[in-house]
């Protein structure tokens, strides 16, 4: 059954330097998105992106993120100056469709510690 | 805005007892309905997912929920807990505000099972 898949499960960086969480979605997907979960809290929309665009982005999403599908498969989120307050469970998905009643399929997470 | 309550953030049954996870919802539009399921260290799962056909969905592994429009809920239910069903659960909206799908979460409840 295909997965979307996430590296690096775990990522340590310190307070200031970038990092680049790296998913590759569901091969015939063409909507992408990125959530986030802060440790206790609930899962939060962060990002959405179609036709090599964002389309949708939550005030979580500051000029600090940015996303790109730099080739075919991949979908990455970059953080260009990490903050402790970054850390958290990162969480790529991918659908089919937009419309809403099509499931978003979960890679199993990136858990960010920002030291 | 939509957004999701779910009532109780940790539950404990039995095995073998009735499962019974509360979910509700507001929305200004009749809207798309998810649960998720969480096990530990891996990402999110769907259980089932209601897009306006059959008020009673079913999902994998025994679970189902009712969709009841008039006490805006979405509650999920199993007759038979299993130990294995022990996972945190999430409940989910469908947001279209921006054109697009985004999931708004509910803040999770967690399911123990014991002996």
């Known amino acids: 059954e295909p997965e979307v898949t996430q590296t690096p499960s775990h990522q340590v960086t310190q307070m200031g330097q970038e990092v680049i969480l790296r998913c590759v979605p569901i091969s015939n997907h063409l909507y992408f998105y990125w959530y986030r979960q802060i440790l206790g809290q609930k899962v939060e929309f962060l990002v959405s992106f179609y036709n090599n665009e964002i389309s949708e982005k939550s005030e979580i999403f500051d000029d600090q993120f940015s996303v790109e599908r730099p080739d075919g498969s991949n979908f990455t989120l970059k953080i260009r100056s990490t903050k402790l307050e970054d850390s958290a469970m990162y969480f790529c998905a991918s659908s089919s469709k937009g419309s809403g009643g099509h499931e978003q399929y979960f890679g199993p997470g990136t858990r960010l510690t920002v030291t | 805005a939509q957004s999701v309550t779910q009532l109780g953030s940790h539950v404990s049954v039995s095995e073998g007892a009735l499962v019974l996870l509360r979910c509700n919802y507001s929305s200004s539009v009749p809207p798309y309905l998810f649960w998720y399921v969480q096990y530990p260290n891996q990402g999110l799962q769907l259980l089932l997912k209601y897009t306006s056909a059959a008020t009673l969905v079913k999902g994998i592994n025994g679970f189902e929920a009712e969709f009841k429009k008039s006490e805006t809920s979405f509650h999920l239910t199993k007759p038979s807990a299993h130990m294995s069903d022990a996972a945190e659960y999430f409940c989910?909206?469908?947001?279209?505000?921006?054109?697009?799908?985004?999931?708004?979460f509910g803040a999770g409840t967690r399911l123990a099972v014991h002996p």
């Open positions: 989910a909206v469908s947001d279209l505000s921006g054109g697009y799908n985004k999931l708004i």
